[in-house]
C-alpha cells in the first residue's frame, strides 16, 4: 500500500524498497547485448469522459476525463489561458489534490486578468492557474489565475512547503525584440527570465497568504537565464534548476534559509568532473564525479558584449550571460535541458537532444555521493524522441513527454514509462484531432507536444497537458500493469 504521507513528503517519489536509478543500472548491459530497451503496448483509441472526443490511444482499461480547455470560463470568472505546459500537485487535502498549472505564452499584450491580484508586468501574457480534484469521485472540481503578468512560464516545480515555482524561459525586457518571433519588438515593462513562487490558493481568499493586490516578486539570487524547470532536495532545501539552450547548464541555488527563497542563496553550476561537454553520446549507465562552482552574477542575462545596448530598440543579446560565466569557471555543457525531478534522494532531469542521436538522455544526479549517472541514451528517435517533461510515478519509473521534431503529425506525441527494470513502454498517444466541437478548434494536433506530467498522491491518476490546443488531463487504469 501506497503511504500518502510519505508520497507527499517525498515530492512524489518511488515509495518502493530500492531507489529507481539502482534498479535501472542494468540498462546500459541490455542494450549493449542488442535487446531493445522498448516493451511494445497494444494501444486503442479512448473517448474522454468529458466531451465524448478521442483524444487519446492508451492502454485497454485506462480511461481519463479532460478539464481547463484553453478558452473556457474558469471558477473565477475568468478564461483559461492558451499553452498549457508544466503542471504539479502541490497539496492534498484529502481526497482533493491542487495542481498548479504554467502558461507557455511568449506574446505581449494584455496580461491575464486575476481576481483581486495584479500582475507583475501588465504588459507579458503568460501566468499559473490552479486547478482542484477529487481523485476518489474522479472529478475536477474548479480553477482559477493563480499568478499574472508573467512570460514563456514553461516548467517549474512543487516545494516541500506547498507552493509552485514557476520558471520563465526568456530574458526579454523593456525595448527587446524577439529573435523567435520574427525580431518583433516587445512592450513588455519588466525583465524577464526569473523563477517566482506561486501560493495555489486564490488571491485574498481565506487560505491564501498573499495580500489582496500584492504585486507578485522574482527571485533574483535564482538566476535570470532560459529557465525550464526545478526541482528541490527535500533534505536540505537545495533547488535544481535546468537551462533549455542548446549549450545549457545545470544548476543549483544553495538557499541561506531552509523554506525563504527569498531571503536569498548562492547560484553554482554543475562542472562534470573531465567532461566539458555532454551533449555526445555515452554509454548507458556511465558513472561521472561533479563538484560546483558559484555564479559570480545570477542576475546577468547575456554575455558582455553580445548585446547591442546603443541600438533603439535594443538588441537581444546572446541570452548566455550565467551559462559563459560558469563555463569560464569549470561548468559542463549538457543540451537543452528540461524536465527535472527529486525523488528517492535524487534528482532525475533529461537533456532534450542530447546523445549521438540527437533523440534525448535521461540523468541521475546523487547530491549525497556527488555523482552524476546516464540512466538511458535513446538509440534513435522512433524509440524516443526529444523527452521534455518528465515525472517519476509513485511505482519508481519515469513518465516521459515527448515533444519531438518529426513535423507536423508525421508520428503522433507519445508518453512513455521508463521502468525500474530499465524498460520503455508507451503509455499515450495524442489522437487529437478536431473540427470546432470545442471552442471553435480546428486542426490535426496529434503532432503537438505533451507537458505538465504529474501523479496524484494516491497513485491512481496521472494528470497531464496537452500544449496545443491547450487541454488538461486526469487519467486513470491498471497502472500495475504498465511501466509507470
Known amino acids: 500500500m501506497i503511504n500518502r504521507r510519505r508520497f507527499l513528503s517525498d515530492n512524489f517519489s518511488a515509495v518502493t524498497s530500492f531507489g529507481v536509478g539502482a534498479a535501472l543500472s542494468g540498462l546500459g548491459n541490455r542494450l549493449a547485448k542488442g535487446e531493445s530497451p522498448a516493451k511494445k503496448a497494444r494501444l486503442i483509441e479512448v473517448a474522454d469522459e468529458s466531451t465524448g472526443l478521442p483524444l487519446l490511444r ?18 473565477d470568472g475568468m478564461v483559461t489561458p492558451a499553452a498549457h505546459d ?78 509552485w515555482l514557476t520558471c520563465e524561459e526568456t530574458v526579454l525586457g523593456p525595448g527587446d525584440r524577439d529573435p523567435y518571433k520574427d525580431n518583433r519588438l516587445r512592450s513588455f515593462r519588466q525583465t524577464h527570465g526569473w523563477i517566482f513562487e506561486v501560493d495555489p490558493a486564490p488571491v485574498g481568499g481565506p487560505d491564501s497568504v498573499e495580500q489582496n493586490n500584492r504585486v507578485p516578486r522574482p527571485i533574483p539570487a535564482m538566476g535570470r537565464f532560459v529557465h525550464e524547470a526545478v526541482a528541490i532536495d527535500r533534505q536540505t532545501g537545495i533547488v535544481y534548476e535546468t537551462e533549455d539552450r542548446g549549450t545549457a547548464g545545470f544548476y543549483r541555488f544553495v538557499p541561506t534559509k531552509y523554506g525563504d527563497l527569498s531571503a536569498g542563496g548562492v547560484l553554482e553550476i554543475c562542472e562534470v568532473v ?44 546572446d541570452e548566455l550571460g550565467v551559462f559563459q560565466q560558469g563555463k569560464a569557471l569549470g561548468g559542463s555543457t549538457f543540451s537543452r535541458l528540461e524536465g527535472c525531478w527529486f525523488g528517492d534522494g535524487l534528482v532525475y532531469f533529461d537533456a ?11 540523468w541521475q544526479y546523487d547530491p549525497r555521493r ?4 546516464l540512466l538511458f541514451e535513446s538509440p534513435d528517435k522512433p524509440t524516443l524522441n526529444m523527452p521534455d517533461n518528465l515525472c517519476v510515478s509513485p511505482r519508481g519509473g519515469i513518465v516521459l513527454c515527448e515533444d519531438n521534431d518529426y513535423g507536423a503529425n508525421e508520428y503522433p506525441h507519445r508518453v512513455f514509462g521508463l521502468s525500474q527494470a530499465g524498460q520503455l513502454r508507451l503509455l499515450a498517444e495524442n489522437n487529437c484531432r478536431l473540427d470546432g466541437q470545442r471552442n471553435g478548434f480546428r486542426g490535426d494536433f496529434r503532432g503537438k507536444e505533451w507537458a505538465g ?17 491547450g487541454i488538461t488531463l486526469a487519467i486513470t487504469g491498471p497502472w500495475q500493469d504498465t511501466l509507470a
Open 86 to 163: 508544466g503542471m504539479g500537485v502541490v497539496r492534498s487535502d484529502g481526497d482533493v489534490v491542487t495542481l498548479v498549472r504554467n502558461h507557455e505564452i511568449s506574446h505581449d499584450g494584455k496580461c491575464i486578468p486575476q481576481r483581486n491580484g495584479l500582475p507583475f508586468d501588465a504588459r507579458a501574457r503568460a501566468g499559473c492557474t490552479s486547478l482542484r480534484f477529487d481523485t476518489t469521485k474522479g472529478q475536477w472540481l474548479d480553477d482559477w489565475v493563480s499568478l499574472t503578468g508573467t512570460s514563456r512560464n514553461c516548467a517549474g516545480g512543487v516545494t516541500p512547503w506547498g507552493t
Open 370 to 373: 556527488e555523482k552524476l549517472t
Open 352 to 362: 532534450t537532444n542530447g546523445g549521438e542521436a540527437r533523440a534525448g538522455q535521461i
Open 274 to 317: 573531465g567532461q566539458p561537454d555532454l551533449r555526445g553520446g555515452f554509454v548507458n549507465g556511465t558513472e561521472f564525479d561533479v563538484r560546483w562552482h558559484p555564479i559570480p552574477d545570477p542576475t546577468l542575462a547575456h554575455t558582455p558584449g553580445t548585446r547591442d545596448v546603443d541600438a533603439t530598440p535594443a538588441k537581444l543579446g
Open 453 to 469: 506530467a504529474t501523479f496524484s498522491p494516491d497513485g491512481k491518476w496521472l494528470f497531464l497537458n496537452m500544449q496545443s490546443p
Open 58 to 75: 492508451l492502454p485497454e482499461g485506462f480511461r481519463y476525463l479532460s478539464f481547463g480547455w484553453a478558452g473556457d470560463q474558469m471558477s
